[in-house]
């Protein structure tokens, strides 16, 4: 039997680690590190900080280079999919040969697994070819670090939040009975697609990081320099990963 731990790193930050994931780090034989190009260079460079920060023993790392989408996939969610069963061949592949059948493997995961990432979708995929049993540790939300950042509750009193992609917000605009939206995955800026008229946005790049930028106010104020400075750090650093959350003074 494969254990595979999903473990929630946080958002790259080594203090974000639990007590729990350092334990699972150290229990596996096995850590695997996906490497996303040259211009994300920096994201496995921070899980190879991490394992160096809290490794004792000889636990084994190796890295392999995630499969891009097949862009000649016009529907998004086949699109998806497809890239999923590449990336759990590879999966496979590597435990197959570092593993075997039995061992404990790790997978250090951004964030949590739990919230908008593919990571147990994929591990599904992996135990239909694998006896695979996995284990979820979970970790410090993006949504808590730009909650944090701002100093600022998630939700207003009595009042629901929704979670939701720059995607659907563009396609399909405010949600019905929405209060407060937290909006992940978003590479648009598409908060610009909604009337500003009393929106209010709290805006967090690489949230809980040494870059972390903040940025808060109302949206018909904020936007143009979210959007600059967005542009700026993103060819700074050749990539970014940003959220917000939006709110209407009055609520919906």
Known sequence: MIHLDLIGIGTGNPKHLTLQAVEAMNAADLILIPHKGAQKDDLAALRYRICRDVLTGETKIVQFDLPARDPAIPDYTARVEAWHDAIAAIWVGAIREHLGDTGRVAFLVWGDPSLYDSTLRIAERVARNLPLRPCVIPGITSIQALTAAHAVPLNRLNAPVTITTGRRLRDEGW?????????????????????????????????????????SGPVAEVTEKIVDTRAKARARHGWIMDIYLLRYDTPA
Do not use: K, N, Q
């Open 175 to 215: 949600p019905h009975g929405a209060d407060s939206l937290v909006i992940m995955l978003d590479g648009e800026c598409s908060f610009r697609a909604l009337d500003p008229d009393g929106l209010h946005i709290w805006w967090s790049a690489y949230a809980g990081m040494a870059e972390e930028i903040t940025l």
